[in-house]
C-alpha cells in the first residue's frame, strides 16, 4: 500500500532563539493522530562526520538530545542509537539506498530502518532539493505510515553539515526536530501573540517550550508544556496517577465553535504554563484539551501569533495568512475564564485521576450545552483513538537570519 506525502516545514535561527500545539500531535486524520505503535524508537545513524563534528563527537550529541525526551517519566517514549546497520558513510551516491528516492517511487520504508544521516558537505541536500539549497536549508526528517496503517512505519533525517554551528545549539536543533519526528506539532504556550520578530524577547528564554517554533529556548532541557505533550501522545501507564485533564469547548456569543486559537492555562502557584489549539482534533466543535499536574490553574484563549503559518504553523489552522486561525473571529481579544463571576478570573483545581470539563466563550463566560457528546474524558482518547490513515511527515530547517525551528 502506497504511502504518501505532506511537507511540514519550519524555520530554524542563526543566533539562538526555540517552542505545538501543547504541542498537540503534529498531524490528526480522522480525528486522531499518529504515532510508533513501537514507542521505544531505535534510529541508525551512520558513520561519516557532521561537518565540523567528527562522528564520535556528533552521535554522543544526538543521544544527549533524544535523552531529554526519553528521561520524561510519565511518556514510554524512548530514542535509541543504533551504528551497527549503517556502520559506513551514507552520501550522495548511495542515500537513495536508505531514504526515498528523489523521484519517491519508493520510500524505503519496509526495509526496518530508521536512518539518520550526516550530511557532512551538503551534497545530499542539494541532490534532494535543488542546486544550492544546502546553503540555506539544515536538514529534513520524516515519518511514513500506509494508507490503512494507524502507526508510523519508519522515519529518517539528514543533518547539513555545512551548517552546523555550537554542540549547544546542535542539540536543541536535534531535540526540537525529533519531537517532530514522532508526532509533536508547535506550541505557543502564553507568549504574547503579538510578539514580534525578532522573538524571544522574554529576559528568562526558558519561558519558552522547545516546541515553539522560534529557538528561544537557551538550555536543552523540557519545558512543563512539552512533557505534558509527550505524555499525552505516549502515556506511561500510571498517567492517571499524575496528570488531570481540563477539556471542553472555546465558542463565541452565540456558541459557535472558534477554531484554532491557542488556549493555555497557567498555575496559580509555580507559573508553568501548557497549552493546545482549540478545535485540534479537527472535529468543528471548538474543542480543547490539556493534560495538567495537580495544582491550581487560571485558563486563558488567544489567538495563534500570525508569524506562525505554514512552515512554523502552531496547530492544524495555520497553513496560510488566510487560514482560520488568521481569519474572522480572529483574532480575538485575549480572554480569561470567568466562570460565573463575570470581572473574576475563575480559579480551576485540577487532581489527578479526574476530569474537568469547562466550556467557555469568547467574553469568558460559562458556557452550558444539551448535548456533551463531544466531551471526551479518556485519558486514553486525549489526542484521540488511533487512525486508519497516512502519514508521511517531512522537516526541513532553513536558515534565514535567524533559525527558526521548521516542523
Same mark, same amino acid.
Given at each position: 500500500?502506497?504511502?504518501?506525502?505532506?511537507?511540514?516545514?519550519?524555520?530554524?535561527?542563526?543566533?539562538?532563539?526555540?517552542?505545538?500545539?501543547?504541542?498537540?500531535?503534529?498531524?490528526?486524520?480522522?480525528?486522531?493522530?499518529?504515532?510508533?505503535?513501537?514507542?521505544?524508537?531505535?534510529?541508525?545513524?551512520?558513520?561519516?562526520?557532521?561537518?565540523?563534528?567528527?562522528?564520535?563527537?556528533?552521535?554522543?550529541?544526538?543521544?544527549?538530545?533524544?535523552?531529554?525526551?526519553?528521561?520524561?517519566?510519565?511518556?514510554?517514549?524512548?530514542?535509541?542509537? /543504533?551504528?551497527?546497520?549503517?556502520?559506513?558513510?551514507?552520501?550522495?551516491?548511495?542515500?537513495?539506498?536508505?531514504?526515498?528516492?528523489?523521484?519517491?517511487?519508493?520510500?524505503?520504508?519496509?526495509?526496518?530502518?530508521?536512518?539518520?544521516?550526516?550530511?557532512?558537505?551538503?551534497?545530499?541536500? /542539494?541532490?534532494?532539493?535543488?542546486?544550492?539549497?544546502?546553503?540555506?536549508?539544515?536538514?529534513?526528517?520524516?515519518?511514513?505510515?500506509?494508507?490503512?496503517?494507524?502507526?508510523?512505519?519508519?522515519?529518517?533525517?539528514?543533518?547539513?553539515?555545512?551548517?552546523?554551528?555550537?554542540?549547544?545549539?546542535?542539540?536543541?536543533?536535534?531535540?526540537?526536530?525529533?519531537?517532530?519526528?514522532?508526532?509533536?506539532?508547535?506550541?505557543?504556550?502564553?507568549?504574547?501573540?503579538?510578539?514580534?520578530?525578532?522573538?524571544?524577547?522574554?529576559?528568562?528564554?526558558?519561558?519558552?517550550?522547545?516546541?515553539?517554533?522560534?529557538?528561544?529556548?537557551?538550555?536543552?532541557?523540557?519545558?512543563?508544556?512539552?512533557?505534558?505533550?509527550?505524555?499525552?501522545?505516549?502515556?506511561?501507564?500510571?498517567?492517571?496517577?499524575?496528570?488531570?485533564?481540563?477539556?471542553?469547548?472555546?465558542?463565541?456569543?452565540?456558541?459557535?465553535?472558534?477554531?484554532?486559537?491557542?488556549?493555555?492555562?497557567?498555575?496559580?502557584?509555580?507559573?508553568?504554563?501548557?497549552?493546545?489549539?482549540?478545535?485540534?482534533?479537527?472535529?468543528?466543535?471548538?474543542?480543547?484539551?490539556?493534560?495538567?499536574?495537580?495544582?491550581?490553574?487560571?485558563?486563558?484563549?488567544?489567538?495563534?501569533?500570525?508569524?506562525?503559518? /505554514?512552515?512554523?504553523?502552531?496547530?492544524?489552522?495555520?497553513?496560510?495568512?488566510?487560514?482560520?486561525?488568521?481569519?474572522?473571529?480572529?483574532?480575538?481579544?485575549?480572554?480569561?475564564?470567568?466562570?460565573?463571576?463575570?470581572?473574576?478570573?475563575?480559579?480551576?483545581?485540577?487532581?489527578?485521576?479526574?476530569?474537568?470539563?469547562?466550556?467557555?466563550?469568547?467574553?469568558?463566560?460559562?458556557?452550558?450545552?444539551?448535548?456533551?457528546?463531544?466531551?471526551?474524558?479518556?485519558?486514553? /482518547?486525549?489526542?484521540?483513538?488511533?487512525?486508519?490513515?497516512?502519514?508521511?511527515?517531512?522537516?526541513?530547517?532553513?536558515?534565514?537570519?535567524?533559525?527558526?525551528?521548521?516542523?
Amino acid at each position: 500500500m502506497r504511502a504518501h506525502i505532506n511537507f511540514f516545514i519550519l524555520f530554524s535561527a542563526l543566533c539562538f532563539n526555540d517552542a505545538s500545539f501543547a504541542g498537540g500531535p503534529t498531524t490528526i486524520v480522522g480525528n486522531t493522530a499518529v504515532t510508533y505503535q513501537n514507542p521505544a524508537i531505535t534510529v541508525h545513524v551512520e558513520n561519516g562526520d557532521l561537518g565540523i563534528f567528527p562522528n564520535a563527537v556528533a552521535v554522543p550529541l544526538m543521544q544527549e538530545a533524544f535523552d531529554i525526551w526519553s528521561n520524561v517519566n510519565t511518556a514510554t517514549i524512548s530514542l535509541n542509537i /543504533d551504528q551497527t546497520v549503517l556502520d559506513f558513510d551514507v552520501n550522495q551516491d548511495n542515500a537513495e539506498t536508505y531514504l526515498p528516492t528523489v523521484d519517491e517511487s519508493n520510500l524505503n520504508e519496509a526495509d526496518g530502518i530508521n536512518p539518520i544521516i550526516f550530511d557532512d558537505d551538503g551534497q545530499i541536500i /542539494d541532490m534532494y532539493l535543488g542546486a544550492g539549497q544546502s546553503d540555506l536549508i539544515i536538514g529534513f526528517a520524516q515519518s511514513i505510515s500506509t494508507t490503512t496503517g494507524s502507526f508510523f512505519l519508519e522515519g529518517f533525517a539528514v543533518i547539513n553539515g555545512k551548517n552546523t554551528t555550537s554542540e549547544n545549539a546542535l542539540k536543541l536543533l536535534l531535540s526540537h526536530e525529533i519531537g517532530h519526528f514522532f508526532g509533536l506539532d508547535h506550541s505557543q504556550v502564553d507568549i504574547d501573540n503579538k510578539e514580534p520578530a525578532p522573538f524571544c524577547d522574554n529576559i528568562n528564554r526558558e519561558v519558552y517550550p522547545l516546541m515553539y517554533p522560534i529557538r528561544c529556548r537557551l538550555t536543552v532541557s523540557l519545558h512543563s508544556d512539552d512533557i505534558s505533550a509527550v505524555s499525552a501522545l505516549y502515556p506511561a501507564t500510571d498517567i492517571n496517577d499524575n496528570f488531570g485533564v481540563l477539556e471542553g469547548r472555546f465558542v463565541d456569543n452565540n456558541n459557535i465553535a472558534i477554531l484554532g486559537a491557542n488556549i493555555w492555562a497557567e498555575n496559580t502557584i509555580t507559573g508553568e504554563t501548557f497549552s493546545i489549539v482549540s478545535d485540534y482534533l479537527l472535529q468543528s466543535t471548538g474543542y480543547y484539551k490539556l493534560l495538567l499536574p495537580a495544582g491550581d490553574y487560571i485558563l486563558h484563549a488567544n489567538s495563534i501569533n500570525t508569524e506562525f503559518f /505554514d512552515i512554523s504553523a502552531v496547530g492544524p489552522y495555520a497553513s496560510t495568512t488566510s487560514d482560520i486561525s488568521f481569519s474572522d473571529p480572529h483574532p480575538i481579544t485575549a480572554v480569561t475564564y470567568q466562570g460565573i463571576t463575570e470581572g473574576s478570573d475563575e480559579v480551576i483545581t485540577i487532581s489527578t485521576n479526574k476530569t474537568n470539563t469547562i466550556n467557555f466563550s469568547i467574553t469568558g463566560a460559562t458556557v452550558i450545552f444539551n448535548n456533551a457528546d463531544d466531551d471526551d474524558d479518556s485519558f486514553a /482518547d486525549l489526542f484521540g483513538a488511533l487512525s486508519q490513515t497516512t502519514l508521511l511527515m517531512m522537516t526541513v530547517l532553513l536558515i534565514f537570519g535567524r533559525l527558526r525551528l521548521q516542523r
